[in-house]
Nanobody, 111 residues
Framework: VQLQASGGGLVQAGGSLRLSCAAS????????MGWYRQAPGKPRELVAQ???????GYADSVKGRFTISRDNPKNTMYLQMNSLKPEDTAVYYC??????WGQGTLVTVSS
């Protein structure tokens, strides 16, 4: 199984980014999945998750700003991040249940 995360970068506060996670070697459509992030000196935290049926959940800190989605035919998961804040700065990891992780993509939000 391979997960390839991309889309991170440097953006000013208030800006937007879209992260992608392309998966291979896994039956993507039948898996729950999500995005986590880890800021320097902090533990990894769940940002958003999406179930097989499309139900979604978000951390309180990103509700209303981030949107998780999935494209099963493309084996790809996305995280649309709007109204970014400096506190969103972190390495973002995609995760597929039960324990598959992408390599992480760095998001830096400048004030």
């Amino acid at each position: 199984v391979q997960l390839q995360a991309s889309g991170g970068g440097l953006v000013q506060a208030g800006g937007s980014l879209r992260l992608s996670c392309a998966a291979s070697g896994i039956v993507f459509a039948i898996k729950n999945m999500g995005w986590y992030r880890q800021a320097p000196g902090k533990p990894r935290e769940l940002v958003a998750q999406i179930a097989v049926g499309g139900n979604t959940g978000y951390a309180d800190s990103v509700k209303g700003r981030f949107t998780i989605s999935r494209d099963n035919p493309k084996n790809t998961m996305y995280l649309q991040m709007n109204s970014l804040k400096p506190e969103d700065t972190a390495v973002y990891y995609c995760h597929i249940f039960p324990n598959y992780w992408g390599q992480g993509t760095l998001v830096t939000v400048s004030s």
